[in-house]
C-alpha cells in the first residue's frame, strides 16, 4: 500500500518564476492538505482540497493556488515566487473533509529553493 | 487567535530513560483536536499520538503518552524507555473547526 507521494524531491527556482509540485494521496485518501515548512519552523497550513475544491485555507497570499484531480491527486502551484517562498512543501491525505476527524498521513515534501 | 507554544527548542534523554515534552495552546473553542508529530531526519511527519478535547482520558500509544490538561491548555508528550530511534523535532499541532497550527517543534536528542 503506497503512502503519500510527493514529486519533485528537491527544485531550484529564480525568483518571479512560478512552480508547480505534485501529490499524490494513500490509497484510500480523497483529502489532501498542503503545509510550508521553513527551515526551522513548524509547518504552516496553505489550504485543503476535497472534492476537487478548496475547502479551507490558511493565510498565504493569492500567489499559492491548487488543484485536485478526480483521482485525488493534487497539485500546488505558486507564482511570481520570492526568496520567502523557499520552504519544504508538505503535502498530507486523510479521509473526509473535516479537519481532525482523520488521521492525516505526510508525504516526503518537496524542498523548494528560490535564488 | 489560535496558538500553541512549545518551550523547549532542545531537549536530551538517556537512552532507555523517559523524557517529557511540553506543549500549551491558546484557543477559545471547545471541541479541537491536539496532536503529536515526529519528524525524524528523513523530513517524512509521523503522527505520534492524538487526542480529542472532548474525552478526557490520556491518549496512550505504546511507549507514548501524554498528559493533557483542558483547563490549563497544556498538552505534553511523555516518551518512556527512550529508544535511538526516538531522535527526531517533535511538533505539538492544535486543529480546530477551520485550521491547523503547529508549533515551533523540539528537537529531542537520546544519548548512548
Known amino acids: 500500500d503506497a503512502g503519500v507521494t510527493q514529486s519533485p524531491t528537491h527544485l531550484i527556482k529564480t525568483r518571479g518564476q512560478q512552480v508547480t509540485l505534485r501529490c499524490s494521496p494513500k490509497?484510500?485518501?480523497?483529502?489532501v492538505s498542503w503545509y510550508q515548512q521553513a527551515l526551522g519552523q513548524g509547518p504552516q497550513f496553505i489550504f485543503q482540497?476535497?472534492?476537487?475544491?478548496?475547502?479551507q485555507r490558511g493565510n498565504f497570499p493569492d500567489r499559492f493556488s491548487g488543484h485536485q484531480f478526480p483521482n485525488y491527486s493534487s497539485e500546488l502551484n505558486v507564482n511570481a515566487l520570492l526568496l520567502g517562498d523557499s520552504a519544504l512543501y508538505l503535502c498530507?491525505?486523510?479521509?473526509?473533509?473535516?479537519?481532525?476527524?482523520?488521521?492525516?498521513?505526510f508525504g516526503p515534501g518537496t524542498r523548494l529553493t528560490v535564488l | 487567535a489560535q496558538t500553541v507554544t512549545q518551550s523547549q527548542p532542545e531537549m536530551s534523554v538517556q537512552e532507555a530513560e523517559t523524557v517529557t515534552l511540553s506543549c500549551t495552546y491558546d484557543t477559545s473553542e471547545s471541541d479541537y483536536y491536539l496532536f503529536w508529530y515526529k519528524q525524524p531526519p528523513s523530513r517524512q511527519m509521523i503522527l505520534v499520538i492524538r487526542?480529542?478535547?472532548?474525552?478526557?482520558q490520556n491518549a496512550t500509544e505504546n511507549r507514548f503518552s501524554v498528559n493533557f490538561q483542558k483547563a490549563a491548555k497544556s498538552f505534553s508528550l511523555k516518551i518512556s524507555d527512550s529508544q535511538l530511534g526516538d531522535a527526531a523535532m517533535y511538533f505539538c499541532?492544535?486543529?480546530?473547526?477551520?485550521?491547523?497550527?503547529f508549533g515551533k517543534g523540539t528537537r529531542l536528542h537520546i544519548l548512548p
Open positions: 487526542q480529542e478535547a472532548y474525552k478526557q
Open positions: 499541532a492544535y486543529q480546530g473547526d477551520d485550521k491547523i497550527i
Open positions: 482540497y476535497y472534492e476537487e475544491e478548496e475547502r
Open positions: 490509497s484510500g485518501h480523497d483529502t
Open positions: 498530507a491525505s486523510s479521509f473526509g473533509v473535516a479537519l481532525g476527524t482523520d488521521t492525516q498521513y
